[in-house]
Structures are given as structure tokens and as C-alpha cells.
């Protein structure tokens, strides 16, 4: 009988460490298409034109990229800082 394999073991700080810096890379990604999302409305049937929904849209997503680049910065930050301090009493 085959001895079972040991299970795959990641630390879990250096696992979040990776995730967040994934969901730091893939932001200008999820940028782009969700600027790109008042292309695909449909407009008014009417003269004028309709932008102001559109501007608020984008104000919107721009604010909302500037907020989750802070957070994810912040986070990533910490975590960094955490490794290092760890580090250095694994040295002494």
C-alpha cells in the first residue's frame, strides 16, 4: 500500500501577501473595462446629448480605483513590514 503524499503547505501570510499583490496587478485590468462601460450604453432618443450620466459614471470608478489602490497599498504595506519584523527575530 502507497503511503499517502504529505498535503501541500503554503504559509499563510506569504499566501495573502501573493493575493493581494494579484489583486494589485489585476486593478488597472478592471479599470480599463469598467471605463469602458459607458460605450456600450445606449443612448437617449432625444437632441441632446447625454453625458452627465456618463461623467458621474466615470467620476464614480475613478474615485472607487483610487480608494481600492489606497486600501490594497495599505494592506500590502503592513504585511511587509509584518515579514520584516519577523524576519529580523528569526536573525537574533
Do not use: H, N
Not at 25 to 51: C, E, H, K, N, S
Not at 58 to 79: K, Q
Request: aromatic content about 8%; proline content about 8%.
Amino acid at each position: 500500500m502507497k503511503r499517502p503524499k504529505p498535503p501541500l503547505f503554503l504559509q499563510r501570510d506569504s499566501y495573502r501577501r501573493r493575493r493581494l499583490a494579484d489583486a494589485a496587478r489585476v486593478l488597472p485590468v478592471l479599470g480599463a473595462l469598467l471605463f469602458m462601460v459607458p460605450l456600450l450604453w445606449a443612448p437617449q432618443i432625444t437632441p441632446a446629448q447625454d453625458t452627465a450620466r456618463g461623467g458621474l459614471y466615470i467620476f464614480a470608478v475613478w474615485a472607487g480605483l483610487i480608494l481600492t489602490a489606497f486600501a490594497l497599498s495599505r494592506r500590502i504595506r503592513s504585511r511587509a513590514s509584518r515579514d520584516v519584523e519577523t524576519a529580523g527575530d528569526d536573525d537574533a
